[in-house]
Nanobody, 124 residues
Framework: QVQLVETGGGLVQAGGSLRLSCAASGGTSIRYSMGWFRQAPGQDREIVAAISWTGAHTYYTDSVKGRFTIARTEAENTIYLQMDSLKPEDTAVYYC?????????????????WGRGTQVTVSS
């Protein structure tokens, strides 16, 4: 069973930065396609960013382009989400997701494994 552990959430002022990490362990796959989603109170879970199996391809939702960067380490199934120029509307619980199939995945139903989430709060 794959376990995903997110770290790095917290409270930050608007314009500040946070870095989220997600480590995958326990599975049999060498690597995973991975992504970050977020869910604000009363809203649906939405994709934030995704990264392919090799890291060669990435995807960002329009609202975070130019502010967030997704990356992965070569040696480990760990991904990062560098979040700069944060806005109050970025406030949400951020979830890490992983799937053993190859390819960039941008829909929640394309992921088999989920972390428990980490809270990001941006004050104005």
């Amino acid at each position: 069973q794959v376990q995903l552990v997110e770290t790095g959430g917290g409270l930050v002022q608007a314009g500040g930065s946070l870095r989220l990490s997600c480590a995958a362990s326990g599975g049999t796959s060498i690597r995973y396609s991975m992504g970050w989603f977020r869910q604000a109170p009363g809203q649906d879970r939405e994709i934030v960013a995704a990264i392919s199996w090799t890291g060669a391809h990435t995807y960002y939702t329009d609202s975070v382009k130019g502010r967030f960067t997704i990356a992965r380490t070569e040696a480990e199934n760990t991904i990062y989400l560098q979040m700069d120029s944060l806005k109050p509307e970025d406030t949400a619980v951020y979830y890490c997701a992983a799937d053993q199939r190859v390819g960039l995945r941008m829909q929640a139903n394309q992921y088999n494994y989920w972390g428990r989430g980490t809270q990001v709060t941006v004050s104005s």
